[in-house]
């Protein structure tokens, strides 16, 4: 029987270790795993936690302990019942599918953090976590490009909310200085301040993504009243983002789960009475919406609406979007869940300004491009407002519109675990809590995933690690470690 080796990388979490240790006993036991060794890895000096580092360290023990394969495991994460199966891998598997803190479901379906599984083989061949990710986040991300990038036996699979026919469409492509200018009317001024309204985008992100070293985070804007951005952006965080701004200059948002850079269907929607933001992709409402507004909204100044960016003429603050939009559309009220369904259609754009099913207020289209009428550089809007606007450098074309990404993702098993409570490290409004997590991923965005940093220059074969103390008792490690 092959020896499995569990290594947990720990600072701080006493509770947790006390919950952890007999649960994960308790379910190896239940489902006849015998031959296995637990080492809590524990980070004994003052410097950030690094989750990759402590991994390596206890790879190296489980080796040693001659263990057959690994299983890298968060000490939150708690077993709930027999769909996690801890057996013999081939490969690696991503074994925490189902989360408690996330409605059971997949966080995202590039995960591969919580409880992961290799065998040894595997492991050594990708040169194991990097060392490189200090404080929260990416390590996980880092792995799994290494995994791609070794050619490890991954799952090929379609990313996508829904199985779709392909359209062809009429988009615009918008590189780095491309954009589009709106002049709005007074009215359209109006509904953005004290009325409410719904936009739709159809959008593609580019994927080859690069983050700014000299910001905290990135937003790309993909449709934008200038000022304090009210609008729609894609972030560095991969998610989607609406943002508006009261009287007294606080920011209340709703986010997107995070997201591959597909064809998405986006909808938002301004609630005035009730004060809420919703957002709804490919038919569906986000996690986290709705969500709540106070006070006034911040009147809006200027007469310009912008799609690609946030503002052209600021030096610092443009925030320039590399991607597609598709059909965009503006109503001056909100979007029922049903119209919305009707909107996104199964994944094939359609004229709005006809009337179809669910969707009967084409009176209240304010502004729609379908990119398909262009008359001496501005889009021509098809609502009765002639909200025309100016094309700066972006380019239409014709395309298909795949609501999927075809991508290596890890081979899962199904387990259903249990997330102990604990606070926030990472993120704290669609930032990061702590810079070094900003250096993690412009680390990965900007270093690895661009191939200029090499995993065979960065890991088990790089590692360095003091042992400061052991204590071993029945199949449990605890052991502390210190760098050189």
Request: charged content about 25%; overall charge negative.
């Amino acid at each position: 029987m092959a020896k499995l080796g569990i290594i947990v990388p720990y600072r701080d979490r006493e509770e947790h270790l006390s919950r952890f240790i007999p649960e994960i006993k308790s379910h190896l036991e239940k489902t006849s795993i015998d031959d296995y060794e637990v080492f809590v890895i524990n980070q004994d000096n003052d410097l950030p936690f690094n989750r990759g580092w402590l991994c390596n360290i206890g790879f190296t023990l489980a080796k040693n302990a001659k263990c057959d394969y690994v299983c890298f495991h968060d000490v939150d994460m708690l077993p709930e019942d027999d769909s996690c199966d801890y057996s013999w891998v081939d490969r690696p598997i991503q074994l925490s599918t189902r989360l408690s803190n996330n409605k059971y479901k997949l966080p995202y379906p590039e995960y591969f953090g919580g409880v992961t599984l290799f065998p040894i083989q595997h492991f050594e061949l990708i040169n194991g976590y990097s060392n490189e990710y200090w404080g929260w986040g990416f390590e996980d991300d880092d792995l799994l490009y290494r995994c791609r990038t070794s050619g490890l036996p991954l799952e090929e699979d379609v990313v996508s909310t829904k199985q779709l026919t392909n359209p062809f469409i009429r988009s615009m492509s918008f590189k780095k200085g491309d954009y589009i200018d709106v002049s709005i009317s007074p009215l359209w001024q109006k509904i953005l301040t004290r009325g409410s309204y719904s936009y739709e985008v159809w959008v593609q992100p580019s994927d080859l993504l690069q983050i700014d070293n000299q910001k905290h985070y990135d937003e790309f804007h993909i449709l934008t009243q200038p000022g304090y951005h009210t609008g729609l952006c894609w972030t560095s965080a991969q998610q989607y983002k609406y943002g508006v701004w009261n009287v007294n200059h606080d920011e209340f948002m709703v986010v997107s789960h995070k997201m591959s850079e597909q064809w998405n269907h986006i909808v938002v929607c301004v609630d005035a009475p009730t004060k809420t933001l919703q957002m709804y992709i490919n038919g569906e409402e986000v996690q986290n919406s709705p969500t709540s507004y106070f006070g006034n909204l911040r009147e809006i100044k200027g007469d310009k609406f912008f799609l690609g960016c946030a503002d052209p003429k600021s030096i610092r603050d443009n925030n320039w979007f590399e991607g597609n939009i598709a059909q965009f559309s503006m109503w001056r009220r909100t979007v029922d869940r049903r119209a919305v369904r009707q909107l996104f259609n199964e994944g094939v754009p359609w004229d709005v300004t006809k009337p179809k099913n669910e969707y009967s207020f084409v009176d209240d289209l304010f502004c729609s491009y379908d990119f398909e009428n262009i008359d001496n550089e501005k889009v021509i809007d098809k609502s009765r407002y002639n909200h025309n606007g100016n094309i700066i450098g972006g380019i239409t074309k014709k395309q298909e519109l795949i609501l999927g990404e075809k991508k290596s993702l890890p081979t899962r098993r199904d387990g259903k675990f249990t997330c102990l409570d604990h606070e926030e490290n990472g993120w704290s409004k669609t930032k990061f809590k702590d810079w070094r997590s900003r250096d993690n991923q412009i680390r990965y965005f900007n270093f690895v995933r661009t191939g200029i940093d090499d995993y065979k220059e960065d890991g088990l074969s790089t590692l360095k690690y003091t042992i400061k103390s052991q204590e071993s008792q029945a199949k449990i490690n605890f052991v502390s470690i210190d760098n050189e």
